[in-house]
């Protein structure tokens, strides 16, 4: 089965750093996806990790630990704008579906 | 990144009718496609897998006959919700993987579903 976790809230302060953790626990793995959802929209994709490490993009960095089964999504220089929902998604052996964890909701105040 | 559209955006219907929904690829060809479920503050669920050509793959307890999906392109996926009740009522959100080693899904903006 697949058990993927994600804390349910998170508040940080614009301008700020924060760090969006995701535990995993699956049958295989193929990858790690990270989204972010505005309330009413579709997911926006943010990043992919396959291999151990730092991925970096801008504001935005993820990276994964196979052996931890754990990830986490890096937030810098926080704007408004970020206030979402933030989906971690584990792709297992199986076909290329994704297994998405509850999400992080993030607010960020000025 | 590649674009994927819905549609409709939303639909509102009277309990047992059906109602279709689009899923295109709008600039590039979708191997597979995927219809996912999301009810409000909930993640979303995977309802099945759609292969261009062949029948869709149904996750655990989503009824085949009720939720009829059609991938008749590599462009064009389709699903059907038949004899909607109120309980269908949720976010429909389908997402095309682009194949060729490429992983990533690209997510269309999705289709609320209210039945009255």
């Known amino acids: 089965g697949q058990n993927i976790d994600q804390p349910t809230e998170m508040t940080a302060t614009e301008g700020a750093i924060v760090q969006i953790n995701c535990t995993y626990q699956?049958?295989?793995?193929?990858?790690l996806f990270w989204y972010q959802q505005h309330a009413g929209e579709a997911p926006t994709f943010l990043s992919y990790?396959?291999?151990?490490g730092l991925e970096e993009k801008g504001r935005f960095s993820s990276f994964l630990s196979r052996s931890k089964g754990y990830s986490y999504l890096l937030l810098k220089e926080l704007q408004m704008k970020d206030s979402a929902s933030y989906l971690c998604a584990v792709k297992g052996n199986s076909g290329y579906a994704l297994n998405f964890g509850k999400g992080t909701s993030l607010l960020v105040t000025p | 990144g590649a674009v994927v559209s819905q549609h409709p955006s939303w639909v509102i219907c009277k309990s047992g009718t059906s109602v279709k929904i689009e899923c295109r690829s709008l600039?590039?060809?979708?191997?597979?496609m995927f219809w996912y479920r999301q009810f409000p503050k909930q993640s979303l669920m995977l309802m099945a897998t759609s292969n261009e050509g062949s029948k869709a793959t149904y996750e655990q307890g989503v009824e085949k006959d009720k939720f009829l999906i059609n991938h008749a392109s590599l462009t064009l996926s389709t699903l059907t919700v038949t004899s909607a009740h109120p309980e269908d009522s949720s976010f429909y959100i389908c997402s095309a993987r682009e194949g060729g080693g490429r992983e990533t899904q690209y997510f269309g903006p999705g289709t609320r579903l209210l039945v009255l």
């Open positions: 990790n396959v291999l151990d």
């Open positions: 600039d590039f060809q979708a191997t597979t």
């Open positions: 699956t049958s295989g793995f193929n990858g």
